[in-house]
Structure formats: structure tokens, C-alpha cells
């Protein structure tokens, strides 16, 4: 009948988007309501490395910050930032262009160690309750020079080793919160608070 054949169509899952973000703020830990406050940090003319909107960021020893890679000790995660261009114009740009020329770009960052970020996993196969708590890196890829969206996901390789990223659960989003085995929870959101932060470590840059 065409009441079954809707119950049918209602209870099959669709696969998940493969649509990254970068890591985007939203919420903290004990429920906190406040997830976009964020710190003002120099990058220095010159710096290399494009940082898209949601990339994560570390400090470096010449006092500003750059684009972090996997293993990096991580700051927080890039918003966007404002400079003087070679043209003596304002720029708000939510990019950092590699080796832009500039003596005052002033970049936005999401840096309290408690904030709760949703972030695209590039997990393949088996993605299930078990991997909350683990533990992973980030896996960088290139953003969107269009949008400005970070395209960082979560690495597919998780345990209970050090990583950057500390899985606390997953998404609520219902365009991407399949799990399961097969193909289905490819790509599965999920939510990470940054472990290997900054500002919960004793040395400095």
C-alpha cells in the first residue's frame, strides 16, 4: 500500500554528505552557551600558508601564527582576519592568502581549550558509539577560495593514543550523522574539543 511504501522510504538512511568545514565552534564544555568568543593574534607579513575560515592555527616563534598540520600543537581555530594591502585598502577577508605583504593583519581565533567544534571525519567503512572518547589528528586539505570554508577534516585513523582532537560525540545533524558499518557512515560529523591545545601546555614556542 501507499502507507507501507512511505513507512519503507522513512526508515532507510541516507548516506552522509561529504561537504567539510574545517572545525566550526558550537558550544563548550558544561553546556556553555558561548562558543564564538575569540582572541586577536598577528600574522606576520610574509607567512606562508593559506588559512581558510574553520583551519586550525598554531603559534609560532616569531610571536604570530600560521596554518597548523597534522601533529601540530594547536591555538584554536582561524575566523577570519583584517589587514592593510599593498594598496594602502582595509581588507576583512575571511583568507589569509600565502605571503601576502602586509605589516598589521590582525587574524580572529576561537583559542579556550573548552570549546566543542563540529568536524567532517574522513573515516571510510565502520563509524560507530565506540569512537567516542578516542582520540585524532586533523587532515588538512586545502579550503574554498570562493567561500573561504576551511576543507580540514578529521583523520579516519583514531585510539586512545595523544592526537590533537578529542572525539566527545557526534553530530545531531541529520544530513550527517549516519553510523554503522559500509559505506553509510563515511563521512559522519562529529563533535571534538582541540586536546593537544597551547594553552593547556607548560612550554612555549
Known amino acids: 500500500s ?4 512511505r513507512d519503507r522510504i522513512k526508515g532507510i538512511r541516507m548516506a552522509n554528505t561529504n561537504a567539510p568545514f574545517g572545525l566550526k565552534p558550537i558550544g563548550k564544555l558544561g553546556s556553555g552557551y558561548n562558543s564564538t568568543g575569540t ?3 598577528d600574522i606576520l607579513t610574509g607567512t606562508t600558508g593559506t588559512i581558510y575560515t574553520g583551519d586550525p ?8 601564527i600560521a596554518v597548523a598540520a597534522a601533529g601540530d600543537l594547536l591555538l584554536g581555530v582561524f575566523q577570519g582576519c583584517q589587514f592593510t594591502d599593498s594598496s594602502g585598502d582595509k581588507i576583512f577577508s575571511p583568507v589569509w592568502t600565502t605571503l601576502t605583504a602586509t605589516s ?3 587574524a580572529a581565533v576561537v583559542d579556550d581549550p573548552d570549546v566543542l ?3 567532517q571525519s574522513a573515516a571510510t567503512g565502520s563509524l560507530t558509539q565506540t569512537e567516542v572518547g578516542l ?5 588538512y586539505a586545502a579550503g574554498s577560495d570562493i567561500t573561504g570554508m ?3 577534516k578529521l583523520s579516519g ?3 586512545t593514543t595523544s592526537a590533537q582532537l578529542r572525539i566527545m560525540g557526534y553530530t545531531k545533524d541529520p544530513s550527517n550523522n549516519a553510523l554503522g558499518t559500509g559505506s553509510l557512515s563515511t563521512n559522519a560529523n562529529m563533535i571534538v574539543r582541540i586536546d593537544e591545545h597551547f594553552n593547556r601546555t607548560a612550554a612555549g614556542v
Open 150 to 152: 576551511s576543507s580540514v
Open 135 to 139: 582520540n585524532g589528528d586533523i587532515v
Open 117 to 119: 567544534f563540529e568536524v
Open 157 to 159: 585513523t583514531m585510539a
Open 2 to 5: 501507499e502507507m507501507c511504501i
Open 104 to 106: 598589521d593583519c590582525k
Open 39 to 41: 582572541t586577536e593574534y
Open 57 to 64: 592555527v598554531k603559534m609560532v616563534s616569531t610571536g604570530g
